[in-house]
């Protein structure tokens, strides 16, 4: 089956109101531009679901994000996500903040089509408190430990970025970390992987051995082809984290006017190509 | 050797935390932990496992300043999946910096004011509810003042010796809180009740200074000793081999 399909075809299919699931960490191999292509949209109302870093951001910065779970929002070489700390400093979303195990343990859940999986972390902490549908499940074994039932996270559609696919769905990493790429994909109804390149399956083993093909095509329903599409988080070994473009982007949640500045030049466009133009363009502006 | 500044104190008195740990995952967030953890591996503790921060298990110790020591030397792959079963499994003592602690070491980094509308949103709750649950943490506090030792956190992020106790003995088991290292001294929790007790003043600063800048009574014995001063072999390896650029200077409040 010929996966491969366009950033704009995968997008249409999230829906006001739906649950998105985001792959990477941080600023680490994000699926930029598929992002990008939700900021293009009308789509309203998400739940995102995210180790969070820029996409979450963006998506706050937006006005998209009506519920967000995470354990953390980062760029990792600026600590606290800008856009993300004002938004949740105005209010403007429902915060679900776990702990980063329990956010594994919720897609676990999903993935393997669980109700819950019990786990100690957050037991004592006010994870329970702040999240008051968190619920305690007592082990029906020997010591009757009382442990947190983690519930399922269900996702509509998770969204990852692979440095290589194939166009039947299978997906190489080539970086340090998987990440949680795979549960994301397994935990949700309908997977979109964008990549660098698509290679034939054949081509996988140049690049990387059989173990860095984390995701196989029973957890992909669509391929997308975005060279540069994890600009500007990392996605090594095919390129480093843009850190010149993210202090740009950091510096624009300074105030509504920087934030408008950013948006007319660089999201305001109306395709991938136009962004990766506008960055060119910057980058030559800069030097 | 010129004597120890304040930084180097208390990279030794981090290291010392890590005492009796052998073989676990010594983690730690800052530089003078950084410092601290390296120097309890070149020294007293050469079981203790290290990553570069990414995914990779060093066998050998690169410096958190200056030029690179070589090619690391990966013992291991340890993504961050790895790093949750490890932490589940407890074989890891953790340094976090605390932006509030209280007296029973309950622990805040993710928000000041309510969590439900937030006054600062800071880094969120990360690891720490699984972290203190599961293994042995200790706490780094590089500006010590009311606004950080404080009565009551406004969000408990990471399990305190009260919230643990209310868990009975069974959820608790694996709670243990080692050491509090501020840039004044360092505290313990092996007062009878678990309030946090200053166990000794770093030199130069008395008593009196430590009370002031804490929030809330701290347990206080007779005699507070003075935070034992680095030998000469550790001021060797904090200057010339973990940090030779100096960065743990930067790190404490002026």
């Known amino acids: 089956m010929d996966k491969r399909t366009t950033a704009s075809e995968a997008i249409a299919e999230l829906r006001d109101g739906m649950t998105l699931g985001i792959g990477g960490w941080g600023s680490r191999r994000k699926p930029m531009a598929l992002v990008r292509e939700i900021l293009r949209r009308p789509v309203k109302d998400l739940t995102v679901v995210s180790y969070g870093g820029p996409d979450v951001g963006l998506l706050c910065a937006a006005g998209k994000v009506k519920k967000l779970v995470y354990g953390f929002v980062s760029l990792d070489s600026i600590p606290l996500e800008p856009h993300f700390r004002a938004a949740r400093q105005a209010g403007a979303f429902q915060a679900v903040e776990l702990d980063e195990g329990m956010l594994q343990w919720g897609l676990y859940a999903a993935a393997c089509r669980l109700p819950f999986l019990p786990t100690r972390a957050g037991l004592g902490s006010d994870v329970l408190r702040i999240n008051p549908e968190l619920k305690l499940v007592k082990s029906p074994y020997a010591g009757a430990e009382e442990l947190v039932a983690m519930p399922a996270i269900e996702l509509d559609v998770a969204i990852v970025h692979m440095n290589r696919a194939d166009a039947r769905g299978n997906a190489q990493f080539l970086g340090p970390d998987p990440y949680f790429d795979d549960l994301y994909c397994m935990a949700a109804k309908r997977r979109f992987v964008s990549c660098e390149k698509i290679v034939d399956t054949r081509d996988f083993s140049k690049y990387g051995s059989f173990h860095t093909l984390k995701l196989n095509r029973t957890m992909v329903d669509g391929v997308v082809e975005t060279p540069g599409g994890a600009h500007f988080t990392e996605c090594p070994p095919d390129y480093g984290r843009d850190e010149a473009f993210q202090r740009a982007y950091a510096a624009s949640a300074r105030d509504a006017e920087a934030w408008q500045a950013f948006r007319a030049r660089f999201l305001e466009l109306e395709s991938e190509a136009a962004y990766q133009d506008a960055v060119r363009a910057w980058r030559e502006g800069s030097k | ?254």
């Open chain 2, 1 to 254: 050797m010129t004597a120890a500044t304040r930084a180097e104190v208390c990279a030794v008195a981090v290291a010392d935390a890590f005492r009796g740990d052998g073989e676990k995952l010594a983690s730690s967030f800052g530089t003078v932990p950084a410092i601290g953890a390296r120097l309890a591996k070149l020294s007293f503790e050469p079981d203790l496992l290290m990553t570069d921060g990414i995914a990779m298990l060093l066998a050998d110790v690169q410096p958190v300043s200056g030029e690179a020591k070589g090619d690391p030397v990966a013992e291991g792959w340890i993504p961050f999946r790895s790093v949750f079963d490890l932490l589940w499994s407890g074989r890891r003592h953790v340094v976090m910096v605390a932006s509030q602690i209280d007296r029973y070491g309950n622990h805040n980094f993710a928000c000041i004011g309510p969590h439900a509308r937030p006054k600062a949103q800071l880094l969120g709750m990360r690891g720490a509810p699984g972290n203190t649950i599961n293994h042995t943490t200790s706490y780094w506090v590089p500006n010590h003042s009311p606004k950080v030792f404080v009565e009551r956190v406004d969000v408990c992020s990471g399990v305190g010796y009260d919230r643990a106790a209310a868990l009975g003995p069974q959820a608790s088991r694996f709670h243990e809180i080692r050491r509090v290292v501020s840039n004044l001294g360092v505290f313990d929790f092996s007062s009878p009740d678990r309030r946090m007790r200053l166990a000794s003043v770093h030199p130069g600063v008395r008593v009196d200074d430590v009370v002031a800048a804490t929030g809330f009574e701290l347990a206080i014995g007779g005699d507070v000793p003075e935070t034992r001063a680095p030998s000469e072999l550790e001021l060797h390896l904090i200057r010339e081999v973990i940090d030779p650029a100096g960065a743990r200077e930067r790190e404490l409040a002026a």
